[in-house]
């Protein structure tokens, strides 16, 4: 497959302001808001607004490939380097809730010892870069609207029987049956095919949405790349543990390590690789992912008491946590800024925890 010669380049008119869009977002963050407080006084402890559970918290490096193309040097991938890296594994609901429910699976990525100011005033000298991502290609409320609608239907339910609680609070994952048997069907703005309880380690991740990529529009991926994770790729696994997915990432890298391919697939099209619907898969034979660099892990415990407080409770993961060459781009992602200053306010002031952006490696206990 030969790749394309013309990549869109990032300017003024790629992104496109939507009607009421001001609005729909301080209706929607202040939605998400209530429903963090009702979520608070269940647990008495503050959480995550969605992706709350942690299943595993791992150390690497992010090794950038040396000589990269023109289209690929961007932002911080200019130049070969080696990067400390902390990985939070999770699924989508804004709950803690045992495992066997099918959910979104999240990988956060985190990249220490990035030069440069970032685009967020108030850590402009931070030494962060992160990158969110889920193992799904789209989003399916894609645009700030339809992500509104589900938000404010979401919180008409949250006082519903937990069963119902279950299943609203998996982002984009709805059961047919389920919200028949409670009347709530008609409310609700799509259904999609639940994800399959597959290896969370097997899984292939993708930003939610398009980002800045220097010069270009893009979204980035994480792929496996060794063989032992590979092996992993569409494994059924047996969740029925309330913890299945934490110990499956625990026993993994108790004795052996592994290695992720980190990429891109650039924007060729708009009309085909919209960025104000993030609905839309991008085609991969329009624009196939390039390689950027490769994650390499080492085997250790993922799951510590020290580790899982400090993922939980002090670590904060933020999309916006970047450089404005990795601006995240769309509607969906410019309510996201205000939803993820309210929801980690909330939670680090709530929880008596403070919001500190890690410098080193060591500060993540072993």
């Given at each position: 497959?030969?790749?394309?010669?013309?990549?869109?380049?990032?300017?003024?008119g790629?992104e496109?302001?939507?009607?009421n869009?001001?609005?729909?977002?301080d209706?929607?963050?202040?939605?998400?808001a209530?429903?963090a407080?009702?979520?608070?006084?269940?647990?008495?402890?503050?959480?995550?607004?969605?992706?709350?559970?942690?299943?595993?918290?791992?150390?690497?490096?992010?090794?950038?490939?040396?000589?990269?193309?023109?289209?690929?040097?961007?932002?911080?991938?200019?130049?070969?380097?080696?990067?400390?890296?902390?990985?939070?594994?999770s699924?989508?609901?804004?709950?803690?809730?045992?495992?066997?429910?099918?959910?979104?699976?999240?990988?956060?990525?985190?990249?220490?010892?990035?030069?440069?100011?970032?685009?967020?005033?108030?850590?402009?000298?931070?030494?962060?870069?992160?990158?969110?991502?889920?193992?799904?290609t789209?989003?399916?409320?894609?645009?700030?609207?339809?992500?509104?609608?589900?938000?404010?239907?979401?919180?008409?339910l949250?006082h519903?029987?937990?069963?119902?609680?279950?299943i609203?609070?998996?982002v984009?994952?709805?059961?047919?049956?389920?919200?028949?048997?409670?009347?709530?069907?008609k409310?609700?703005?799509?259904?999609?095919?639940?994800?399959?309880?597959?290896?969370?380690l097997?899984?292939?991740y993708t930003?939610?949405g398009?980002?800045?990529?220097?010069?270009?529009?893009?979204?980035?991926?994480i792929?496996?790349?060794?063989?032992n994770?590979?092996?992993?790729?569409?494994?059924?696994m047996?969740?029925?543990e309330?913890?299945?997915?934490?110990?499956?990432?625990?026993?993994?890298?108790?004795?052996?390590?592994?290695?992720?391919?980190?990429?891109?697939?650039?924007?060729?099209?708009?009309?085909?690789?919209?960025v104000?619907?993030?609905?839309?898969?991008?085609?991969?034979?329009?624009?196939?992912?390039?390689?950027?660099?490769?994650?390499?892990?080492?085997?250790?415990?993922?799951?510590?008491?020290?580790?899982?407080?400090?993922?939980?409770?002090?670590?904060?993961?933020?999309?916006?946590h970047?450089?404005?060459?990795?601006?995240?781009?769309?509607?969906?992602?410019?309510?996201r800024?205000k939803?993820?200053?309210?929801?980690?306010?909330?939670?680090h002031?709530?929880?008596?925890?403070?919001?500190?952006?890690?410098?080193?490696?060591?500060?993540?206990?072993?």
């Open positions: 497959m030969s790749l394309p010669t013309a990549y869109v380049r990032f300017a003024e790629v496109e302001i939507q009607p869009e001001d609005q729909l977002g209706e929607t963050v202040a939605s998400m209530r429903v407080r009702l979520m608070f006084e269940k647990n008495r402890h503050a959480i995550r607004d969605a992706h709350a559970k942690s299943h595993g918290i791992i150390r690497g490096e992010l090794h950038v490939h040396p000589n990269l193309p023109e289209h690929l040097a961007q932002g911080m991938f200019k130049e070969a380097k080696t990067y400390p890296v902390i990985i939070r594994l699924t989508s609901p804004g709950a803690i809730q045992p495992d066997n429910q099918p959910a979104v699976k999240g990988f956060a990525l985190k990249i220490i010892g990035v030069e440069g100011k970032k685009f967020l005033a108030e850590e402009a000298d931070a030494l962060t870069q992160d990158f969110l991502l889920v193992n799904d789209i989003i399916p409320t894609g645009d700030v609207k339809s992500y509104h609608d589900m938000q404010l239907r979401i919180e008409k949250a519903s029987p937990e069963v119902v609680q279950t609203i609070n998996e984009g994952v709805l059961a047919d049956k389920v919200l028949e048997a409670v009347g709530t069907k409310e609700l703005p799509l259904v999609v095919q639940a994800h399959p309880n597959n290896h969370i097997g899984e292939t930003t939610l398009a980002i800045r990529y220097g010069d270009y529009v893009a979204k980035v991926g792929a496996p790349l060794s063989d994770l590979k092996a992993l790729a569409g494994k059924e047996d969740v029925s309330p913890g299945a997915y934490r110990d499956m990432v625990s026993e993994f890298f108790r004795t052996q390590g592994g290695e992720y391919e980190l990429r891109a697939q650039l924007c060729t099209d708009l009309k085909t690789m919209p104000e619907d993030a609905s839309i898969d991008w085609p991969q034979d329009q624009s196939p992912y390039q390689a950027l660099g490769k994650i390499v892990l080492q085997a250790q415990d993922t799951f510590s008491p020290a580790r899982r407080v400090y993922a939980d409770d002090v670590l904060s993961y933020n999309p916006f970047c450089l404005p060459e990795h601006l995240p781009l769309g509607s969906i992602n410019r309510v800024i939803a993820y200053a309210s929801s980690t306010q909330y939670r002031a709530t929880n008596a925890q403070p919001k500190v952006e890690p410098t080193d490696i060591n500060q993540l206990p072993d």
